[in-house]
């Protein structure tokens, strides 16, 4: 999926909403366990349930990976789900890979010839050869890792050098040379507040992917105050604050219930800035 699809999508959806498939097996609903595949049979309905608000799912690979085989099997399945009758969404493996030379190769042919995604979200800090290799696939996405939600993201992001640029800044001002704003995406936490002025400030056109809204506590008015762009830029990713709204055989429907909000919300915050 190339800007412009990926834009127009936003604008005719009304919603920048990704909705994370971060799904474990200790938090679905029981009745859903006595599936031949319940990690499928939980994707599929809260794919079905929330297709019409968002414009993106995120599925994390660690909660695939957790059950080997089957796990990998069940991933898959998802994304042939979603291709087949969602082709419009724009799908982000949450992978965070990135080594160097023939092994960051075959990731990249992993996720984008074998699964066919459209995103990979991949961690800068073995440099450019780490990353480029991602970068060779025609409306593919590489998603780096820039600014995160979590309380160690002070341990190295915010380190400053001797001429006061912090590490994560170093990371959107060196990565521009190796990629552009149609196929590189920046990872920044909604818990991150008015810091997205200065991320705009160096990557005023690229597209951010937001986790951190819902249950990490992350305003969504906050965010596109300071993040939205011309083009919204935003994909605002939400998992455990949809997926799992309720432990209930209603478990679909709550997803969609809260899906809905967080859509008409998005919808309020495009009107402001005239998308």
């Given at each position: 999926m190339n800007r412009s699809e990926l834009v127009n999508h936003i604008k005719t959806k009304r919603s920048f909403l990704c909705v994370g498939l971060d799904t474990d097996l200790k938090k679905m609903p029981e009745h859903l366990l006595k599936?031949?595949?319940?990690?499928?049979?939980?994707?599929?309905?809260?794919?079905?349930?929330?297709?019409?608000?968002?414009?993106?799912?995120?599925?994390?690979?660690?909660?695939?990976?957790?059950?080997?085989?089957?796990?990998?099997?069940?991933f898959e399945k998802t994304i042939k789900y979603l291709k087949d009758n969602y082709p419009n969404h724009f799908i982000v493996a949450d992978a965070k890979r990135g080594d160097i030379g023939n092994t960051s190769a075959m990731y990249a042919r992993t996720f984008f010839d074998e699964y066919d995604v459209d995103s990979l979200t991949v961690a800068p800090y073995m440099g450019e050869d780490s990353v480029t290799p991602f970068l060779g696939y025609e409306g593919k996405w590489v998603i780096l890792l820039a600014l995160t939600s979590n309380k160690g993201s002070h341990d190295f992001q915010?380190?400053?050098?001797?001429?006061?640029?912090?590490?994560?800044?170093?990371?959107?001002h060196t990565s521009q040379n190796w990629g552009n704003a149609d196929n590189m995406m920046y990872v920044v936490g909604a818990t991150?507040?008015?810091?997205?002025?200065?991320?705009?400030?160096?990557?005023?056109?690229?597209?951010?992917?937001?986790?951190?809204?819902?249950?990490?506590?992350?305003s969504l008015e906050e965010v596109c105050k300071y993040g939205m762009n011309k083009d919204c830029g935003l994909l605002v990713n939400s998992s455990r604050g949809i997926i799992y709204a309720s432990k209930g055989e209603d478990f679909a429907e709550q997803a969609a219930k809260n899906a809905k909000e967080l859509q008409q919300q998005m919808d309020k915050e495009l009107e402001k800035f005239g998308i």
């Open positions: 599936e031949e595949d319940p990690i499928f049979a939980f994707n599929k309905a809260i794919i079905d349930a929330t297709a019409d608000y968002c414009v993106s799912y995120k599925p994390n690979l660690a909660f695939y990976e957790a059950f080997g085989v089957k796990g990998l099997i069940s915010l380190t400053e050098d001797n001429n006061g640029e912090r590490l994560f800044e170093k990371v959107l991150q507040g008015r810091m997205f002025e200065d991320i705009r400030k160096i990557v005023p056109n690229h597209f951010l992917l937001v986790p951190g809204v819902g249950a990490q506590g992350g």
